[in-house]
């Protein structure tokens, strides 16, 4: 059932883009849609965010799945993100490229086995847990490809991060010699669609 709605849901929103996409050509606004694929909101996630401050500032909120074949639970979790793209793109061709970009990410994960605070939960002494294991903070970087100058495709881009949350760089500037940086930074891959 849950995979069903999930479907649903995403066909339901890719059917509402789609007069978006191939409609008349007029200026696009500042609003876009995105899906990303991992970057520690799940496997895939999908959202939608607005553009400001001349397009300097990225921000959105984006709905995340993590199927229970490889968290091991099916895990859901929201974001709120926003993302600084404080240079100029260098234009290439047709395309133009942020070869920059830096943010942070607020992350909940739901679920009865996740906490916002250690106090509310009973069943583990107080102190057991270091970190919140339901709110994150994420810091990364990374860069951006918009297909700006692509007639048929100008209102789509691709991103890429690495990064790495909180409770990870925490630890692993206390204990290096155990977590090197191939445990704690993860890869982010994303495609957006201006509307």
Known sequence: MKTFTIRALLGAVLFSVSGLCFGQEKELSSFYLKTQFAGDIGLVSVGVGKQSFNRKLETD??????????????????????????????????????????GMQLSYTFGDDFFASERY???????????????????????????????KFRRFGAYYEVGTMGEYLLSYLQNPGYLGPGKIFHLALGAKMRL
């Open 61 to 102: 909120v984006s709905v995340g799945y993590l199927p229970k074949k490889i968290g091991g639970d099916h895990l859901f979790t929201a974001a709120l993100k926003s993302t600084l793209l404080p240079f100029r793109p260098v234009r290439i061709r047709k395309v133009d490229w942020h070869a920059f970009s830096t």
């Open 121 to 151: 939960l009973s069943r583990y002494p107080n102190r057991y847990y270091r970190f919140s294991t339901a709110l994150h903070l994420y810091f990364f970087a990374g860069g951006q490809v918009n297909l700006t100058r692509v007639e």
